[in-house]
């Protein structure tokens, strides 16, 4: 268990369907990072929010969204889905002390999103 | 930007063969990371390498940084059933962590 936790485990939705995944970090990390792993594709990093603000951006289309509220939780938001979205979305969490680099990322069990 | 390149994507061994993946990085790295994603599991930290042309070890596990902090291995010594998964590394230049594809280890019993 890596302390990351992640709701729901499973989500089936339609094309066209909003919908919110969410992700709690391990106690003390301050940032959250956001990746999308397609069938038997590698990790495709999305965002990244350290403290409540955006930090990086990687490969997340317009549809998606996402914040880290003041509790340090965090929220992917997907609209207008379509169904090459279906995909494990992994939230990680890091310590990221100031000053240091990416620190050790754990990953939380994922959210399977399936879109029929 | 940054691209991290894994080979081979795919390794077949025999239980107690070796194996070996590779990582290469078009950048110089500060220091890069190696993961484990077991079959329908999560990505799980196995080591952090930061000198240029360390090796450390891990049981069976061989990891290796080049001396120009370009590229990366991970070997395993005489494979069991339990290596099964897929196996990233992760380089990280600047504040950004670059996940190569992986390479996914199937081992025959």
């Given amino acids: 268990d890596s302390g990351v936790t992640q709701t729901p485990k499973h989500l089936i939705t339609a094309t066209g369907q909003r919908v919110t995944l969410r992700c709690s970090p391990r106690s003390g990390d301050l940032s959250v990072y956001w990746y999308q792993q397609s069938l038997d594709q590698g990790l495709q990093f ?71 | 930007g940054q691209q991290v390149m894994q080979i081979p994507q795919y390794q077949h061994v025999q239980e107690g063969e070796d194996f070996t993946t590779y990582c290469n990085s078009s950048t110089t790295l500060s220091n890069i990371q190696w993961y484990k994603q077991r079959p329908g599991g999560h990505p799980v930290f196995l080591i952090q390498l930061v000198k240029s042309g360390e090796v450390k070890k ?44 992986g390479t996914r280890l199937m081992v025959k019993p």
Wanted: net charge neutral; aromatic share 12%.
């Fill in chain 1, 46 to 116: 999305l965002i990244q929010y350290y403290n409540g603000e955006e930090r990086a951006k990687g490969n997340i289309l317009e549809r998606f969204s996402a914040q880290q509220f003041p509790d340090l939780h965090s929220e992917l938001n997907l609209s207008s889905l379509e169904l090459g979205d279906s995909a494990l979305y992994f939230c990680a969490s890091s310590r990221i002390p100031r000053g240091v680099g990416p620190d050790t990322q754990y990953f939380g069990p994922g959210t399977r999103l399936t879109v029929l």
């Fill in chain 2, 58 to 101: 891990q049981k069976r596990l061989t990891f290796q940084f080049g001396e120009a902090k370009k590229n990366s291995s991970l070997h395993i010594t005489a494979t069991q059933t339990t290596d099964v998964g897929t196996y990233f590394c992760a380089g990280n230049a600047g504040n950004m962590l670059t996940f190569g594809g």
